[in-house]
């Protein structure tokens, strides 16, 4: 299944410590790691996941992952652990167009304006525990937003807004924006692999990601 891939990604990075936490329907999941029970949105899954962490853990970095990355992998992992900053509360990957597509040629995907590029984000990313939970109104409405380049946008105000409509937004003004809004410290993690960008929402999706693997499998 697209969960057991990602989990082998994890457990084959070697970097992965302490629990792996799946939040999901108990009684339907049998997959090898602690399995807490869903919430209604998926803001709610972060922190149900995350309460799981002892005090000590809830110290360090988690990392959050969706279960549909079926190209996760343990190098890809790994990339965003060492080109982590550490001082960051919130570390995102984001990807251009271009080296998205060295990889993943012609495959569905949707891009923003930034920086005089297209930009597209990864949906693995690392996180200090507390911060979700201090934050889960404002994660709550980028969650309902995160399908529509314009909402998400609005949810940064007038000024990201403006840039972003004009094609002037930066990626720096982007992490200062988040940082601002967040109250801690947010920051990007560029050229990062498509791997941690490559779900699967869609059928087309789906079906692009069956021949990619049919294609290119055997030298994976």
Known sequence: TLLDRVLKALWESGRVQGPVVVVGPVAELDVGATVVEEGE??????????????????????????????????????WLLDNAPEEADIVFPIITRQEYDAVLPGSPNTYAPVDGQEYTGG???????????????????????????????RLGGIGLLWRFLTRTLTVEYVEQRASQLTGCRCRAARHA??????DVDTMEDYQYVCQWLTDRGPRL
């Open 123 to 153: 949906s693995i990313f690392l996180v200090r525990p507390a911060v979700i939970a201090q934050n889960l109104p404002l994660i709550e409405q980028v969650f309902a937003a995160r399908k529509g380049l314009v909402p998400m946008a």
């Open 41 to 78: 949105t998926g803001p709610q899954n972060m922190v149900r996941g995350l309460q799981t962490l002892s005090p000590t853990q809830q110290k360090g970095w988690a990392l959050l992952c969706t279960c549909d990355l079926p190209l996760l992998s343990g190098e890809s992992v790994n």
């Open 193 to 198: 692999p498509p791997q941690l960008a490559a």
